[in-house]
């Protein structure tokens, strides 16, 4: 059967064209027979009629599965613990029984409201099975809220927990507590398809998809729905496989997957708190107060335990430094503080996050990685770079620059215009947070940075700047006026042409009051590798003007 492939049709005549054991993970998320409408499909059949057809897709799945394959079943209440029977009858071996815990659950008026479903993970061989651990552990309370050292290093594996609603507690639902805990894909979420009543969370499947299977494994998805297994599935670089009985919602799926490529990001946050995404124009009765999750009452561990509660709840799988060079997520972050009563300001409040980043009151937590354009941090790094020197001169220091909101977005108009370019501020931001990194490391590695370099070649501005005469490779440059008497700047970069053309040619920033026609520029082909101790030299011998004074050679 043709691989990474959706076919449309009855789950047990697709079957019959899969041969045995071919299927790594199969996830099942049949109906429960509870009467949902499906386009497709009766819901609300016999008990003995339900059992027995599930008897037969069960058997094609225990068929399918590899030796060391792994299936994983999410069902309701009104029949979990019959197929649990069922299957194991069929030859599999129920691992684990784990909840479920959904917020936003169907409200009933005669029987306690449902919030949660059962995921019953089952295997062939209990002694050979796939199970990352790694790929899914989870923060501990030790590491998150006491800070011991005897916590393991990366976390621990989530546990199979019931647990009572985040919104009845003091304090909220936080990965600390290593529960399962993702909301149901409600129809106001961004992350809903719009078309399919019973759509699974990215972040859910990613899970399951992450412990029980590797890249390049096959995943099988008999019953795809909505297609979330499938599209988690392509993302996380799976072989896939589904079965659709509806043509209607096989034709959204289709669509779906044709949206994404391997490698995309999931929908949603892998934190319990921001799984369900927040709304920015919600609305609470006449006189209600916000929903308070935490009070913190002023004790340093009390506000630690609300400055991380505020950013696990923003960070939507980030790292520290997203949220704080993020504008975005930097104000759903302070905001979140507020809401907390976290005492303090916002400088206050991003500068307490980066020092519980460096006591390592985050270790073990996995962050996604941001890719942010190598050539445009290039590009324009002299300005930030600039900037940054002129707030210094202030007493502005690059925390405080970076920490308070306000000072940032000042910063951020100051490098657009020595640019005079229109740079989003998260490029602006994470350049900044690369020269603080940068500076760090020239301070402790200088010596074995530093090289010779070639001998300079000198132009002027005199007339036109012929930069045809500038060749497109890595480098080092001078500016100084003409009669030696001030020392401008000396910068780095991986395209001389390209950075004359940005900071000289086109600009019309103003060299520390040195006319353009009395600016000389040396510059200096060079290895890559060697141009940050050389430019550390240079700014240790000349105190340029314009660099960041903490890149100078001590």
């Known amino acids: 059967m043709e691989l990474n492939r959706l076919f449309q049709g009855d789950c047990l005549e697709g079957f019959l064209r899969l041969e045995s054991a071919a299927v790594d993970l199969a996830f099942a998320d049949p109906p429960f027979n509870i009467g949902y409408e499906y386009d497709s499909y009766d ?5 003995q009629e339900y059992l027995a057809w599930c008897r037969k897709w069960g058997q094609e799945i225990h068929r399918v599965l590899k030796p060391n394959g792994t299936f994983w079943l999410a069902i309701g209440d009104d029949f979990a613990a019959e197929l649990k029977v069922a299957f194991s009858k069929l030859g599999f071996r129920c691992r684990s029984w784990v909840v479920w815990y959904y917020t936003f659950g169907v409200h009933c008026k005669k029987k306690f409201s449902r919030s949660h479903t059962h995921l019953f993970l089952f295997v062939k061989n209990p002694k050979a099975f796939t199970f990352n651990g790694d790929a899914i552990k989870v923060p501990s309370a030790r590491q998150l809220v006491y800070a011991d050292s005897r916590a393991k290093e990366g976390g621990k594996v989530p546990d199979d927990t019931w647990f009572l609603r985040p919104q009845d507690l003091q304090q909220s639902f936080t990965p600390e507590e290593d529960v399962w805990y993702f909301p149901r894909v409600c129809g106001t979420f961004k992350e809903r398809a719009g078309w399919h009543g019973c759509q699974m969370p990215e972040q859910l499947l990613a899970r399951i998809i992450r412990v029980s299977s590797n890249p390049g494994d096959l995943v099988l998805d008999p019953f795809a729905g909505s297609g979330t297994t499938l599209v988690v599935a392509k993302k996380l670089a799976r072989r896939w496989l589904g079965f659709e009985l509806s043509k209607n919602y096989a034709d959204q799926i289709h669509a779906r997957l044709d949206a994404i490529s391997e490698g995309d990001p999931l929908v949603g946050s ?5 799984s369900a995404p927040s709304t920015a124009d919600g609305k609470r009765l006449k006189g209600e107060p916000p929903l308070i999750l935490a009070r913190p009452r002023g004790t340093k561990t009390e506000i630690d335990r609300g400055i991380l509660e505020a950013y696990l709840a923003a960070r939507d799988g980030l790292s520290t430094d997203r949220v704080i060079a993020d504008r975005d997520l930097n104000r759903e972050f302070v905001g979140l503080c507020e809401r907390l009563g976290v005492p303090g300001q916002p400088r206050e409040w991003n500068r307490r996050l980066f020092r519980l980043r460096k006591a390592g009151r985050l270790a073990g937590m996995r962050s996604r990685k941001t890719v942010i354009n ?3 941090m290039d590009c324009y ?3 930030c770079e600039i900037a940054i020197q002129q707030f210094s001169e202030h007493g502005c220091t690059l925390d405080t620059l970076l920490c308070d909101p306000n000072t940032a977005d000042e910063f951020d108009r100051s490098v657009r215009h020595i640019a005079k370019s229109n740079l989003s501020s998260l490029l602006i931001r994470w350049t900044a947070l690369r020269f603080r990194k940068r500076a760090r490391d020239i301070r402790r590695k200088r010596e074995k ?7 300079p070649r000198i132009a002027y501005l005199a007339h036109d700047f012929d930069l045809q005469s500038v060749n497109e490779e890595p ?4 500016l100084q006026s003409a009669d030696k008497q001030k020392r401008l700047y000396v910068g780095k970069t991986k395209n001389l042409r390209q950075r004359f053309r940005l900071q000289i040619k086109e ?3 103003d060299f520390w009051e040195t006319p353009r026609q009395h600016l000389e520029i040396c510059f200096a082909p060079a290895d890559s590798e060697v141009l940050a101790g050389n430019q550390s030299y240079w ?3 000349w105190q340029p003007l314009g660099n960041y004074s903490k890149f100078a050679a001590s």
């Open 43 to 47: 819901d609300q059949k016999d008990s």
């Open 475 to 478: 480098g080092l440059y001078w």
């Open 381 to 383: 790094e002299f300005a």
């Open 449 to 455: 940075l530093l090289n010779h370099i070639r001998r």
């Open 539 to 541: 700014i240790g011998k």
């Open 270 to 274: 892998d934190d319990p708190v921001t």
């Open 507 to 509: 600009s019309t920033f």
């Open 374 to 376: 190598a050539v445009a």
